[in-house]
């Protein structure tokens, strides 16, 4: 089955590139980028030997979820952390996140309606896109609830996502800004999400203890706001959650094949 996106206003980013190799007499097949209006382009490609008819397998496609972020800000959009991730590791790219949200917060404070939370934008995303890999990149803005309450939503939400998505490798980032300190009840929180993931055969990526943001420039990284990342932490995001999917195992993730 062949997905394809739509979304709403500029607070919810959706990018999908996906660029497909057939090894057929030379042949290369290539399947366009989603565009926002829901329409696709596509070709196919015939071998002059056989007159036989190849259908492409699709690209191998990451699903990143999050908030503003995970989005990108102050025009970043294609150079946001998680489509420069896509880039280098190979892997068409969807982005759900709206600036503001959360797990549980909706972002209506700030976006009157606009924006909603991850769980109310779930069925939309597996209606909608494929995916071998999920990065879960949310929370910041769930902080000031209980922990209970925010480790109970959490818990729903992946574990509808493995409902969703039953094959898929599933990575969850710990909620955190760009700091080399922990904020009260994190590591409660990392062991909460530790058992979460392991729940569902999902792995765990702690910025703290991996040192993201460990003997670096932090304010040269930010926008004016001082929280959110520049052009220069974007590209460094990048860099250090490349290394660490990889590190995970997930250089190697392939899309299956066959038709999708």
Same mark, same amino acid.
């Given at each position: !089955?062949?997905?394809?996106?739509?979304?709403?206003?500029?607070?919810?980013?959706?990018?999908?590139?996906?660029?497909?190799?057939?090894?057929?007499?030379? #042949?290369?097949?290539?399947?366009?980028?989603?565009?926002?209006?829901?329409?696709?382009?596509? =070709?196919?490609?015939?071998?002059?030997?056989?007159?036989?008819?190849?259908?492409?397998?699709?690209?191998?496609? +990451?699903?990143?979820?999050?908030?503003?972020?995970?989005? @990108? #800000?102050?025009?970043?959009?294609?150079?946001?952390?998680?489509?420069? #991730?896509?880039?280098? !590791?190979?892997?068409?790219?969807?982005?759900?996140?709206?600036?503001?949200?959360?797990?549980?917060?909706?972002?209506? +404070?700030?976006?009157? @309606?606009?924006?909603?939370?991850?769980?109310?934008?779930?069925?939309?995303?597996? =209606?909608?896109?494929? =995916?071998?890999?999920?990065?879960?990149?949310?929370?910041?803005?769930?902080?000031?609830?209980?922990?209970?309450?925010?480790?109970?939503?959490?818990?729903?939400?992946?574990?509808?996502?493995?409902?969703?998505?039953?094959?898929?490798?599933?990575?969850?980032?710990?909620?955190?800004? !760009?700091?080399?300190?922990?904020?009260?009840?994190?590591?409660?929180?990392?062991?909460?999400?530790? +058992?979460?993931?392991?729940?569902?055969?999902?792995?765990?990526?702690?910025?703290?203890?991996?040192?993201?943001?460990?003997?670096?420039?932090?304010?040269? !990284?930010?926008?004016?706001?001082?929280?959110?990342?520049?052009?220069?932490?974007?590209?460094?995001? +990048?860099?250090?959650?490349?290394?660490?999917?990889?590190?995970?195992?997930?250089?190697?993730?392939?899309?299956?094949?066959?038709?999708?």
């Amino acid at each position: !089955m062949t997905r394809s996106a739509l979304r709403r206003g500029d607070v919810r980013a959706v990018v999908l590139l996906a660029i497909v190799t057939v090894a057929a007499a030379g #042949v290369l097949f290539a399947r366009g980028a989603a565009e926002p209006s829901g329409t696709e382009s596509s =070709a196919t490609s015939t071998s002059t030997s056989t007159s036989a008819s190849l259908v492409p397998s699709r690209a191998t496609t +990451a699903l990143w979820v999050g908030d503003s972020y995970t989005a @990108g #800000v102050g025009r970043i959009d294609n150079a946001s952390y998680a489509r420069i #991730v896509c880039l280098r !590791m190979g892997w068409a790219c969807n982005v759900d996140a709206e600036g503001s949200t959360g797990f549980l917060d909706d972002g209506a +404070a700030e976006y009157q @309606g606009v924006t909603s939370r991850l769980p109310a934008r779930l069925d939309f995303d597996k =209606a909608t896109f494929d =995916a071998d890999a999920i990065i879960v990149d949310a929370g910041r803005n769930d902080l000031e609830v209980p922990f209970d309450v925010l480790i109970g939503a959490i818990d729903d939400y992946v574990s509808d996502l493995r409902e969703g998505w039953p094959d898929a490798r599933i990575v969850i980032i710990v909620p955190t800004f !760009m700091s080399p300190e922990k904020y009260d009840n994190y590591d409660e929180l990392v062991a909460g999400i530790d +058992a979460i993931a392991a729940k569902v055969g999902g792995q765990v990526l702690d910025p703290v203890a991996r040192g993201w943001y460990a003997n670096v420039d932090i304010p040269s !990284m930010q926008i004016e706001d001082r929280v959110h990342p520049n052009a220069v932490g974007n590209a460094y995001l +990048a860099g250090v959650l490349e290394r660490d999917l990889r590190e995970l195992g997930l250089g190697d993730l392939t899309a299956p094949e066959g038709p999708q």
